[in-house]
């Protein structure tokens, strides 16, 4: 499991160089006092609980790790280290060894992927003399390390060295950015690593395919008061973790903005005594087998306070269409009787909540309510209706009016938040996350991030953190042409990794390659009606949007009626088919016992085999929506048929290009 050699400095003991024992030690102690020995290296290795993977931890000069599975390199040796002001990691003495293994199950609160996820690996800790410490862990689908200190009061972080070495000839798919503030909406562009230059920064994810066709994605996990971490390439093998500097100044350029104009020399002051974030390498040797990994979540920080308050569920947006209801005799807009109409739609479909999106109060001014709203009247009639209220917020003036503001929410019974444009993750900004999540959990409510980094397993923590964008999704589709089916399509084995993502689906106008337009206030999606069912199932969000105009989803009973069923928690998820950027199928079991079945294609048409091994003996219905003949031609064109089926069937399934498809299976009662 695992296993730890000391290579020591040879020497000869030939007879022609043997000398005096006294005059040898002289020799070496010269040597050793100008550097010309190498000093002992250490050398650790981890082993996963199956074997394959190994990690390998070598002390010398610096301190440098490795992986590998099965024997072949998947990460060559590379630098990694902590920098504090003071404190030097370099030529680091190991003065303690512990190694454990671990097999639990762990039960979420909220139940993303399952209801039950196996936590199992195998753990190294060195300790150092100088007060630094290294944990690494190996599970069967990946490897994770972090820094520890043992400290005495605050430290001051310099920085954090570290290299993930691969082979040139590998390739990434990397989300490349402007500067460290971004809403980190991007997409996942494809380079040989050999050709991403120092210049070239990225947000994470980051997605490694070896020449092998094995993926290893590269995140963080359990973030906390302390600074995200982002990429640089070296014009070489290797991709160079960075980190935005702590903000000295700020400027505020708009009613939502506020950017830092001069960093400060170091990343963050913090606890001397503490853990640091884990570094994560998921290790996928089938593409489908990153939509199960769970390193985020399992090497992330858990509670013990009671959670079982959070609801689950799904919520009519107004702000990605525009307010366009018709068919009504009132002016649709942002007002009481426009969102009544939502109240009713969603209450007649039981949809749990509902989102008043910017424009309910002054954006600037959380007490500045919209006097076209009367909010006493409205979150009566919710309440009435079973329908929960969570409210738009910018971060900026949630932070200004902080205790108010959360007295009023309070006040008002509204269910959640959902907080927008953070858009940094600079130290500041992510204690700014969890200060939000932590009121909002006292005061039992949901928090959705926009506007926001990766997930790094804060919603372990903080249950209530129920998703978060963070996300090139459907709203784009209101001003460009960059949300593709092949985008969807990378999706899954990228962001969705690292933890529920609110993209927002629910596009019930429809259109092809040639026919689509970014219309801001009467969007459509780009692939076909069934594309966007099929992200129920695929894209994983306890919090689900319903991105269209309730109008538009009251012409289309047999999709409502999909809709208003999908569950949008799973206590078993099963990948039926997956290639990265190209086509996926799952299978998600509810709690109820019910399978819903989703299929996405980019704008390849392909037919897909399924097979229904999954399900337990017996006959079970399957209802099925089904990109229509035409599809290809008129995006909204889909079938509704039913059919019986059993375990072990096969069923091939044909998409049109961009398309989808989605089945619910149950057994009549």
């Not at 010309?36 to 394959?52: F, I, K, T």
């Not at 026919?515 to 689900?544: K, N």
């Amino acid at each position: 499991m695992i296993e730890d050699r000391i290579a020591a400095p040879c020497i000869s003991t030939s007879r022609s160089c043997l000398l005096e024992p006294g005059r040898l030690w002289l020799i070496l102690a010269f040597l050793l006092s100008c550097g010309a020995v190498a000093r002992a290296q250490n050398e650790y290795r981890l082993r996963s609980p199956n074997g394959r993977l190994e990690a390998r931890v070598a002390i010398a000069d610096k301190v440098r790790f490795s992986v590998s599975l099965a024997g072949a390199p998947l990460v060559q040796p590379s630098e990694i280290a902590l920098r504090i002001e003071g404190r030097d990691i370099d030529n680091p003495v190991v003065v303690r060894k512990e190694e454990r293994s671990v097999d639990q199950i762990v039960r979420p609160a909220v139940r993303v992927k399952r209801r039950e996820i196996r936590d199992r690996y195998n753990e190294l800790r060195l300790a150092f003399k100088n007060g630094f410490g290294l944990i690494f862990r190996a599970y069967d689908d990946g490897v994770a390390y972090r820094w520890t200190t043992d400290l005495p009061g605050e430290v001051t972080v310099i920085g954090e060295e570290a290299l993930f070495t691969f082979d040139p000839e590998d390739a990434v798919y990397y989300a490349e950015e402007e500067s460290f503030m971004s809403h980190n909406e991007r997409h996942f562009i494809r380079y040989p690593i050999r050709e991403i230059s120092n210049e070239k920064l990225a947000s994470l994810p980051a997605l490694i395919e070896k020449r092998s066709g094995v993926k290893i994605w590269l995140s963080e996990a359990d973030l906390h008061d302390y600074a995200g971490m982002w990429l640089r390439g070296t014009s070489g093998a290797a991709l160079r973790a960075v980190f935005p500097p702590y903000p000295l100044e700020e400027r505020q350029t708009s009613d939502r903005d506020l950017r830092v104009t001069k960093g400060a020399p170091y990343i963050a002051k913090t606890r001397g005594t503490r853990s640091f974030p884990w570094r994560v390498l998921a290790v996928a040797e089938r593409d489908a087998d990153l939509i199960n990994n769970q390193l985020v979540y399992l090497l992330s920080e858990g509670t013990n306070e009671d959670f079982s308050w959070v609801r689950p569920g799904k919520v009519p947006w107004d702000w990605w269409n525009a307010n366009n209801i018709y068919g009504v005799d009132f002016k649709s807009g942002i007002n009481t009787q426009t969102y009544k109409y939502y109240i009713d739609f969603a209450a007649r479909y039981g949809l749990e909540y509902l989102i008043l999106d910017e424009g309910w109060s002054k954006p600037s001014d959380l007490f500045a309510i919209n006097p076209e709203i009367n909010m006493p009247e409205l979150l009566a009639y919710a309440k009435q209706k079973g329908v929960g209220i969570i409210l738009w917020v910018v971060w900026l003036t949630l932070d200004k009016q902080f205790e108010r503001a959360f007295d009023q929410f309070e006040r008002w019974g509204i269910k959640g938040i959902k907080v927008d444009f953070m858009q940094r993750d600079d130290q500041k900004m992510i204690n700014f996350y969890e200060r939000v999540a932590r009121e909002a959990a006292r005061r039992r409510m949901l928090v959705d991030f926009h506007g926001a980094c990766k997930p790094t397993g804060l919603e372990r923590k903080y249950p209530n953190v129920i998703t978060r964008e963070g996300v090139m999704g459907l709203e784009h589709n209101k001003w460009s042409k960059e949300v593709t089916p092949e985008h969807n399509l990378m999706l899954p084995f990228t962001r969705m990794v690292a933890g529920p993502m609110d993209y927002t689906p629910g596009a019930m106008i429809n259109a092809n390659e040639r026919d689509f337009q970014p219309i801001f206030a009467r969007p459509m999606s780009m692939g076909t009606r069934c594309h966007q069912l099929a992200m129920y199932v695929v894209y994983e969000s306890p919090l689900q949007m319903l991105a269209d105009s309730p109008s538009n989803y009251l012409r289309e009973p047999d999709a409502m009626e999909f809709l208003a069923r999908v569950p949008t928690v799973w206590d078993e998820t099963v990948v039926l088919q997956a290639k990265v950027g190209d086509y996926i199928a799952v299978a998600r079991r509810s709690a109820s016992g019910e399978w819903y079945v989703g299929a996405m294609t980019d704008w390849t048409p392909r037919d897909l085999a399924l097979d229904f091994s999954f399900l337990d003996q017996g006959e079970y219905q399957i209802d099925i929506w089904q990109d229509g003949v035409n599809a290809d031609r008129i995006g909204n064109d889909y079938k509704r048929l039913s059919r019986r089926i059993r375990r072990g069937d096969r069923l091939v399934i044909h998409l049109a290009p961009g398309g989808g498809w989605v089945a619910r299976i149950y057994k009549e009662r």
